[in-house]
């Protein structure tokens, strides 16, 4: 999913042929937000008719990024893609020990114009100031923001509590749009942090949530899978 406004002001920059600042990507769940900014990285590519081997990830392995790791990782910035830009996107900049904090800071401070930083994390507070100083915040909290619908709440309420099946006739029987079934899976988590239930599930089904969003699966498959598997587990 294209990050509109974020795309627009990022076209205008590259457009100006200025040097950038690192892009720095704010969001409160990591694999949804790393997601979408590689999207976004893969879109500003194809509208630049830019291949996609010009983009270049360090990715979210869970493990403590050291000075070595970014040495190697940016080693490709040093020389001149034949096109207008290159993309280095940096997942869960957290992870940084002291030590590679402080060699990022030049490549951060200094970036080549034909070099795009984009760099993601959970919250500001785990990143140095010297850090914040050097790049542009874009914050994007309030794009995982789930709202509640209280006819499907309902609907996952009394299924649970009471055994009531009207909501399999309404998701088995009915011809649905895809934010129907987002609506459903993004109801069922709050339902289960309401009452502290499936929580085991709850990243399972933040990943089937993010599946359907980019077009991978069948969203009526993965609806009708939980339907299954939640009544089960209770």
């Keep these: 999913m294209i990050i509109k406004d974020v795309y627009d002001n990022i076209i205008r920059q590259i457009n100006k042929g200025d040097k950038k600042s690192p892009f720095l990507f704010l969001g409160k769940n990591n694999e949804l937000l790393n997601s979408d900014v590689k999207n976004l990285a893969l879109e500003l590519l194809k509208n630049f008719e830019i291949p996609k081997n010009y983009l270049y990830t360090l990715e979210d392995d869970w493990k403590i990024i050291k000075v070595k790791d970014i040495k190697e990782f940016v080693e490709f910035s040093n020389s001149k893609p034949p096109f207008k830009f290159q993309i280095f996107l940096i997942e869960n900049i ?99 942090k309401d009452n502290l239930v499936l929580i085991n599930y709850l990243t399972e089904m933040d990943e089937d949530i993010n599946s359907i969003k980019q077009n991978n699966v069948n969203a009526k498959y993965i609806v009708d899978k939980w339907l299954l598997k939640v009544i089960i587990s209770m």
């Excluded at 009531?164 to 934010?179: A, C, D, G, M």
């Design 94 to 192: 957290s992870r940084f020990n002291i030590h590679a904090w402080n060699s990022m800071l030049k490549f951060f401070e200094e970036p080549d114009e034909t070099n795009l930083i984009f760099l993601t994390n959970f919250s500001e507070s785990w990143i140095l100031d010297t850090i914040l100083s050097r790049v542009q915040t874009i914050d994007l909290w309030w794009k995982y923001i789930i709202k509640k619908n209280n006819f499907i709440y309902s609907m996952i309420k009394t299924y649970l509590e009471e055994k009531n099946t009207e909501i399999l006739s309404y998701y088995f029987r009915n011809k649905l749009e895809k934010q129907d079934y987002i609506d459903f899976l993004e109801n069922l988590i709050i339902y289960s």
